[in-house]
């Protein structure tokens, strides 16, 4: 994967989502976060010696690749690739395991640029809260955005005519659905 132009500039917490998901893979699917970070640290090697500064600490002492460690683990549970039902335990799910050997076969991550579409700024990191605190927040925000967001879960103006589109196409579907359960011969989906 060509990425010599983000290579360059700082890593944000979309940069640790592929391997802390492998990480987990590599503890068999489920582990507690202590040990999921050295993991994490030894794969994000190559990157991090690039990107020293992620060594650094925030005011709060914290240290600042293990913060986005944090941020990617609240990001992927609410995108279903981690699950979080058990306490102080990251468990990888099905759909992280997919976009791991997706990425792994063709060095893509099928994630790239999902977030912008989500509308997160990657520099939500930098907030001092904790990421489930932050990210709730933002649901709450876009809960009630303008209704141009609503069927995408993406917000502004520019999506209201893919908006349109997608409530057009979800609408015939619908019909055609209908049509099928009582009368055979409709076309079918």
Not at 59 to 72: S, V
Not at 104 to 133: M, R, S, Y
């Amino acid at each position: 994967m060509m990425r010599t132009k983000k290579e360059k500039m700082p890593l944000d917490f979309t940069d640790y989502e592929i391997p802390l998901l492998q990480a987990i893979i590599k503890l068999d699917g489920s582990s507690k976060p202590s040990d999921v970070y050295p993991l994490v640290e030894k794969i994000m090697k190559p990157k991090l010696v690039k990107h020293p500064e992620d060594y650094g600490t925030y005011k709060k002492g914290q240290i600042i690749w293990k913060n986005k460690t944090q941020w990617a683990r609240e990001y992927l549970k609410r995108k279903g690739q981690i699950d979080a039902s058990e306490r102080g335990i990251w468990k990888i799910t099905q759909s992280g395991r997919e976009r791991v050997r997706i990425f792994e076969n063709t060095g893509n991550d099928a994630d790239e640029g999902l977030i912008k579409l989500h509308g997160i700024e990657p520099e939500i990191e930098t907030v001092e809260e904790e990421p489930e605190k932050a990210f709730n927040k933002l649901d709450e925000i876009q809960k009630h955005k303008h209704e141009t967001g609503d069927i995408l879960n993406v917000r502004g103006i520019v999506y209201e005519p893919i908006n349109e589109l997608v409530y057009r196409f979800q609408i015939n579907i619908t019909m055609i659905q209908s049509c099928q359960a009582s009368h055979p011969f409709c076309i079918s989906t």
